[in-house]
């Protein structure tokens, strides 16, 4: 058998298993899965892997690129090859933060357009569910969107409305006659608007009243709102970043009672508090807003009892000055800026520090994702035939995230200074080697 690449004696890393083996990649697809020693090289780029973990590549179903329009926030370029460097080999790109938003085909061709052009790893798109755009939907489907998107508060930025309570019950009716999926930012509008206007009044503009403005109350009012509305139109739902058990506990409970629902959670709401907020400063800041340090390990106690479906970043940069311009934490952007150390923070925090399993690490951002949106058995794990996704990691090798390091437009994160323990050397999507450490000794 001929191959492409062949990489020797890793150790490969499924959703239900991790074991020893040689893999063999041809015309971007896996080929070969044996034995270690065992594969003929023939004249195959060689990688040794003995001792380097290979993870299926993650798929983050959940980035703003914000492109077109928005570029100068982040951009296709800047944003795949972060991924990259962290491992991802499919994004899902949310539909605002882009300017117009990807609410209608002409502007969802015109993304696409871009995403083939400038994106070095595999991308799918998002369709956005606003008032205005019901009868669009199904174009959106048709083109290709993995599903849809919509706010049940104010998004941050005035071109796409969040979708009042008569627009979702439309819209999930439309959305589950094409059998598609709404995935949801879900925060009670009112319940945010009246506290954030109370805070403000009374003069309170500290990280933690800001935080005590987007209270767990907030989510757990507006995702049971919404699980009502799928019970009575049938439509899928992913119920995106949730910071707090309380509200997966309730997602959990309406699995139970038949209603197609997943969850999704954040390497923030996994490994920053609402303590590390006030000490990182605006950086950290995001919606639902960072919790305190119970409510982050009572995350990981859902994730280890199965309860989290997904874990994605939310990537959501800014330019600097957004960070900083305003009279409070209040008027500054909220958004975080993480996707290129995903498996970074997920392999310290949850491997190393609280022996969560391999194994559920690459079901939640691999395998996981790839079922719930369409893609397995394409992506979302390694057996033959599927993709070569592959993200080769050293296990054990510590390093500390630098500025310098992050591949994004603007060089800023929450993680920067942190040690992390497990390092990406090798990032390949589709068999194409995108991503390679200056450290690592082969080169491909
Ligand atoms: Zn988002």
Redesign the pocket.
Same mark, same amino acid.
């Given at each position: 058998m001929k191959f492409d690449t062949v990489i020797l004696s890793g150790t490969l890393v499924t959703e239900n298993d991790v074991f020893e083996a040689d893999l063999g990649m041809l015309n971007g697809k896996v080929v070969a899965i044996c034995e270690p020693g065992t594969i003929e090289k023939g004249d195959a780029t060689v990688i040794d892997a003995k001792g380097l973990h290979i993870f299926p590549g993650l798929i983050d179903v =959940?980035v =703003?690129f914000n492109e077109p329009g928005r570029d100068q926030w982040e951009g296709l370029d800047t944003g795949s090859k972060s991924l990259a460097a962290g491992g991802v080999t499919t994004f899902f790109d949310?539909p605002l933060n882009s300017n117009p938003p990807t609410t209608t085909k002409e502007r969802y061709l015109e993304k696409k357009q871009l995403a083939d052009e400038k994106s070095i790893v595999d991308y799918r798109l998002w369709g956005g569910l606003v008032p205005d755009n019901i009868e669009n939907l199904e174009e959106l489907y048709q083109e290709g969107a993995i599903g849809f998107k919509a706010f049940m508060s104010e998004c941050g930025t005035d071109d796409f409305q969040h979708a009042d309570n008569g627009t979702l019950l439309k819209g999930m009716e439309k959305i589950a006659q094409l059998d598609s999926i709404l995935a949801l =930012?879900a925060e009670s509008n009112e319940m945010i608007n009246y506290l954030t206007y109370k805070t403000k009044k009374e003069q309170r503009l500290s990280i933690r009243d800001y935080c005590n403005s987007r209270p767990v109350l907030s989510e757990l009012e507006a995702v049971e709102r919404v699980l009502s509305y799928a019970e009575l139109t049938k439509c899928k739902l992913h119920i995106? =970043?949730v910071s707090s058990k309380r509200v997966i506990d309730r997602i959990k409970e309406a699995k139970e009672r038949g209603i197609d629902v997943t969850a999704e959670t954040c390497p923030h709401y996994l490994s920053l508090s609402v303590d590390d907020f006030e000490e990182i400063g605006p950086t950290a800041k995001c919606a639902p807003p960072l919790r305190e340090r119970d409510e982050v390990e009572l995350l990981w106690q859902s994730l280890r009892n199965g309860d989290i479906d997904i874990i994605s970043s939310?990537h959501?940069p800014s330019p600097p000055e957004m960070k900083t311009q305003g009279e409070s934490i209040f008027d500054v952007w909220g958004?975080i800026a993480g996707c290129q150390n995903t498996l970074h923070v997920l392999l310290t925090e949850g491997f190393h520090k609280r022996d969560v399993s391999l194994s559920k690490i690459a079901e939640v951002t691999a395998f996981q994702p790839a079922k719930r949106f369409g893609l397995y058995p394409n992506k979302g794990s390694i057996r033959i035939g599927s993709d070569a996704d592959l993200t080769l990691i050293n296990l054990n090798e510590e390093f500390v995230l630098k500025t310098e390091d992050l591949k994004y437009r603007h060089k800023i994160s929450p993680y920067v200074g942190k040690t992390f323990i497990g390092k990406t050397l090798y990032t390949f999507s589709r068999g194409q080697c995108v991503f390679e450490d200056a450290s690592s000794k082969t080169s491909v």
């Open positions: =959940h =703003h949310m =930012h995106v =970043h939310d959501s958004g």
